[in-house]
């Protein structure tokens, strides 16, 4: 089992939870309360969960700590608490591997404020895309001058794809 410490909105103090995968066979332990049921990917980001005897399809996205679920009719935004990026002062910024700006998931790029050779600073958006409904901005995790752009309003991208790159 690894253990996962989250910031849910119903609750002031963080939870800690329990999970493990075997398989395709879940098992999560919070407090005195265990869930468990079989879970199937279709895709990325996406499934369904056979809980109870109830078969329920989901979506997720994750930005850096914020993770939004989508399940059986609801949204759920939980974040994952990690008190290392907390320490450092974590900004919520896209991040940044060999200068590049890569998409967190497949999706539709909405807008890209950007040009080649901006100037930008930390936190300033750089890409706005939209997957499973949900907006999400790209921003810089640092400041420094647009490299190249490899993306347009409209575009569709997967997951991982190079949208920016950044020189520090």
């Given at each position: 089992?690894?253990?996962?410490?989250?910031?849910?909105?119903?609750?002031?103090?963080?939870?800690?939870?329990?999970?493990?995968?075997?398989?395709?066979?879940?098992?999560?332990?919070?407090?005195?309360?265990?869930?468990?049921?079989t879970l199937v990917l279709t895709g990325p980001g996406e499934g369904?969960?056979?809980?109870?005897?109830?078969?329920?399809?989901f979506y997720m996205s994750q930005k850096q700590d914020n993770l939004?679920?989508?399940?059986?009719?609801?949204?759920?935004?939980?974040?994952?608490?990690?008190?290392?990026?907390?320490?450092?002062?974590?900004?919520?910024?896209?991040?940044?591997?060999?200068?590049?700006?890569?998409?967190?998931?497949?999706?539709?790029?909405?807008?890209?404020?950007?040009?080649?050779?901006?100037?930008?600073?930390?936190?300033?958006?750089?890409?706005?895309?939209?997957?499973?409904?949900?907006?999400?901005?790209?921003?810089?995790?640092?400041?420094?001058?647009?490299?190249?752009?490899?993306?347009?309003?409209?575009?569709?991208?997967?997951?991982?794809?190079?949208?920016?790159?950044?020189?520090?």
């Amino acid at each position: 089992m690894s253990k996962v410490t989250l910031t849910l909105p119903d609750r002031a103090e963080p939870a800690v939870l329990d999970c493990k995968l075997s398989g395709n066979q879940f098992s999560i332990s919070m407090a005195d309360t265990v869930y468990e049921g079989t879970l199937v990917l279709t895709g990325p980001g996406e499934g369904w969960l056979n809980y109870g005897g109830r078969i329920l399809p989901f979506y997720m996205s994750q930005k850096q700590d914020n993770l939004h679920i989508w399940l059986d009719g609801k949204t759920y935004a939980i974040t994952l608490v990690n008190p290392a990026s907390r320490r450092a002062g974590g900004t919520g910024a896209a991040t940044l591997s060999d200068g590049e700006i890569k998409a967190p998931m497949p999706g539709t790029v909405l807008k890209v404020p950007v040009k080649v050779g901006d100037s930008v600073e930390a936190n300033q958006p750089l890409v706005i895309m939209e997957s499973m409904k949900m907006e999400m901005t790209l921003s810089a995790p640092q400041a420094g001058v647009i490299q190249s752009v490899s993306c347009t309003e409209g575009h569709l991208v997967e997951m991982g794809a190079v949208l920016v790159r950044l020189e520090a």
